[in-house]
């Protein structure tokens, strides 16, 4: 079945160390998505890429990085530069304008 | 930037009842769609409806483009309908759509 795989699911990082979270999708999707969400409150846009070897920053983009070498994958990571780093992650694709959001299964970071 | 509204922010009922959540936006937008957030934390696809009325089973929506709402419409709800509702719209910036999210409805159902 197609969908969007999202690892690990918990993650725990120590201050000071940077952590990359795992997003593939096998849906031939073309634009793939990286929110965050903390407790009560809605998802936020960190980065974006609507096709390969190119991404644009969303709202809080300071502290992440990404990339985009494959069509299927859009690794983010989260530097030591991001000052609370502890949330849900959630990836999602799409394949092009006419249709929905597809979202992963997500990862929860914390830091120890 | 658009801003996304929702409402009731939290909502109890017990099973059987109906009830209906809100969602207003503040500029116009190329799509909408609904979610449903399970216990897990996994974001479910409910409707995507950027104009009109669907309906699926025992949900239905209605987005009313040109006065900037849409409507989810619960019927019978069930201990299994908890968590959380959330609305999203899409938006153009600089060439790119982005998905911009609502905080959501928390929706719990009593037996």
């Known amino acids: 079945d197609g969908g969007i795989t999202q690892s690990p699911k918990y993650l725990f990082r120590k201050e000071g160390q940077n952590v990359t979270l795992s997003c593939e999708q096998n849906?031939?999707?073309?634009?793939m998505y990286w929110y965050r969400q903390d407790p009560g409150q809605g998802l936020r846009l960190i980065y974006y890429?609507?096709?390969?070897?190119?991404?644009q920053k969303g709202d809080i983009a300071e502290g992440y990085s990404v990339s985009r070498e494959k069509k299927e994958s859009f690794p983010l990571t989260v530097t030591s530069a991001q000052k609370n780093p502890t949330a849900f992650y959630l990836c999602a694709s799409r394949r092009s304008a006419v249709y929905g959001y597809t979202f992963g299964s997500g990862t929860r970071l914390t830091v120890v | 930037g658009i801003q996304v509204e929702q409402s009731p922010p939290d909502l109890i009922l017990q099973e059987g009842a109906n009830s209906t959540l809100r969602c207003n936006f503040s500029?116009?937008?190329?799509?909408l769609q609904w979610f449903h957030q399970n216990p897990w934390g996994q974001l479910i696809n409910l409707f995507y409806i950027p104009s009109g009325t669907k309906q699926n089973g025992r949900l239905s929506a209605t987005t009313v483009a040109t006065e900037r709402y849409s409507l989810l419409y619960i019927s019978s709800s069930q201990t299994t309908d908890s968590g959380v509702y959330f609305c999203?719209?899409?938006?153009?910036?600089?060439?790119?759509?982005?998905?911009?999210f609502g905080k959501g409805t928390k929706l719990t159902v009593n037996p």
């Open positions: 999203a719209v899409a938006t153009s910036q600089g060439g790119s759509e982005k998905l911009v």
């Open positions: 890429s609507q096709i390969v070897n190119d991404f």
């Open positions: 849906l031939n999707h073309d634009a």
């Open positions: 500029d116009s937008v190329n799509n």
